[in-house]
């Protein structure tokens, strides 16, 4: 018989997926992004007992994957204090900023897990968080996409 119509293992197996990537950076978190890592993980926890009772093996495979994932980043979390009151930015801070448009956003800066640009959370490690931080109000950076001038700077922490 011709090898053409014989399936080989190519790599379809439910039970082996990739890890997840986990950053080389430190894990730096908000007071609400390590209760959002603690809640993903208490939920992937109850779903993994769910496909277990089920026997879902494709289900296993990745809730284990992703349960892997979130309790690395668990156990890696470091809770950074709620930034102080201070005319710099930094991790946590709120940073309103205008472009050459006249276009205003403002935006958080926090940890990479709970980074999410439609909500104007953006990643201490992006690369516009890495422009603003240590810049103060009237400073003028340039981000990926041209100048932006700091607005305003609000250092509360967010509930």
Known sequence: ?????????????????????????????TARGLRLIQE???????????????????????????????AARRASAQLAPSPALTDTVVFGARVRIEDAEGERRTYRLVGEDEADPSARRISWFAPLARALAGRRVGDVVTGPRGGVEILEIDSTAEP
């Open 40 to 70: 993903e993980a208490g939920r992937l926890e109850a779903e993994y007992a769910a496909v277990r009772a089920a026997d879902d093996r494709a289900g296993i495979a990745r809730v284990s994957r992703d349960l892997r994932y979130w």
């Open 1 to 29: 018989m011709s090898r053409a119509f014989v399936k080989e293992s190519d790599g379809d197996d439910p039970g082996v997926l990739p890890e997840r990537r986990i950053s080389e950076h430190p894990n730096l978190v």
